[in-house]
């Protein structure tokens, strides 16, 4: 699914777990959100990402990951010339898209 920051796919989708590749263009970042119902961990594959994570802001390198819990306000963004894949692998009861809630939309 192709977005103004990159594009992600579902790679795996099963009862309570999806996994998803997130391609984010250098420079671009994504809204700030917040998810309810599901968990996440992110995997950097390739680039440099940028996470706010809550009150927090981390870099997050190549082989590196982070963890998302519920309910916490979160941002991706590239850093850098190169293109940022990541892995994200979600966990939860409730994994549509409408359990996202755009807090400041890009």
């Known amino acids: 699914?192709?977005?103004?920051?990159?594009?992600?796919e579902s790679l795996i989708q099963g009862d309570r777990l999806q996994v998803k590749r997130i391609d984010?263009?250098?420079?671009?970042?994504l809204s700030l959100q917040?998810?309810?119902h599901r968990i996440e961990h992110w995997v950097v594959v390739t680039g440099t990402?940028?996470?706010t994570r809550d009150a927090e802001e981390i870099m997050v390198h190549e082989n590196e990951s982070i963890y998302l819990p519920f309910?916490?306000?979160?941002r991706l963004e590239s850093l850098g010339k190169t293109p940022l894949v990541l892995i994200?692998?979600?966990s939860g009861l409730?994994?549509?898209?409408?359990d996202i809630v755009r807090i400041k939309d890009i």
Not at 1 to 8: E, L
Not at 24 to 29: F, L, M, S
């Open 1 to 8: 699914m192709y977005r103004p920051w990159g594009f992600y």
């Open 94 to 98: 409730y994994l549509g898209e409408d």
């Open 71 to 74: 309910g916490s306000v979160h």
């Open 49 to 51: 990402a940028v996470v």
């Open 24 to 29: 984010v263009d250098p420079g671009h970042k």
């Open 34 to 36: 917040q998810k309810f």
């Open 88 to 90: 994200e692998v979600q």
